[in-house]
């Protein structure tokens, strides 16, 4: 293949025994399968993106990793005398199927637990302590397309 011949934006294509290098003025890579199709991307060690630091230069931060198929999401909020009903982005529950896991972390004293989980929102309220301590929630569900995949086998 001619470098950039058949793909507008591709600069330049080295192959070495074990290695693929692909640069391209556009800022992106895409990797498909026939007729456009998506495909696993499947890799031997860590997956990172590098970042740069005003002080310390570039440094990589990387994918965390699971044994299923999964979307994160994750935020701030409060309660009001003791109760709050935190609302999903509807973009994201399309993204996801089935049961998700909330977790949520006080920023106070208070002890908070999960009272309710609808589909579209969770309730927290407050055990004990400030009833309207800050939190933080973290949540993840399989990633729509996906329930049953879990610690595959590889070839």
Same mark, same amino acid.
């Given at each position: 293949m001619q470098d950039g011949a058949s793909f507008p934006g591709l600069t330049h294509v080295h192959t070495y025994w074990n290695s693929l290098w692909l640069w391209t003025d556009q800022g992106s890579v895409y990797i498909g399968g026939p007729n456009g199709e998506a495909e696993d991307l499947i890799v031997r060690g860590g997956k990172s993106?590098?970042?740069? !630091? /005003?002080?310390?230069g570039e440094r990589k931060l990387y994918a965390v990793e699971a044994p299923d198929? %999964? $979307?994160?999401?994750?935020? /701030?909020a409060r309660l009001q005398d003791g109760v709050t009903r935190v609302e999903l982005d509807p973009i994201f529950l399309e993204t996801i199927e089935g049961e998700y896991l909330v977790h949520v972390t006080p920023y106070g004293d208070a002890s908070l637990y999960v009272a309710e989980v609808g589909r579209e929102y969770f309730v927290v309220r407050a055990r004990d302590g400030d009833t309207n301590a800050? $939190?933080?929630? %973290? /949540?993840?569900? !399989?990633?729509?397309?996906?329930?049953?995949?879990r610690l595959e086998a590889t070839d």
């Open positions: 993106a590098v970042v740069n !630091t /005003l002080s310390y198929v %999964r $979307f994160s999401d994750e935020g /701030l800050a $939190f933080a929630w %973290r /949540l993840s569900a !399989t990633r729509k397309g996906y329930a049953g995949v």
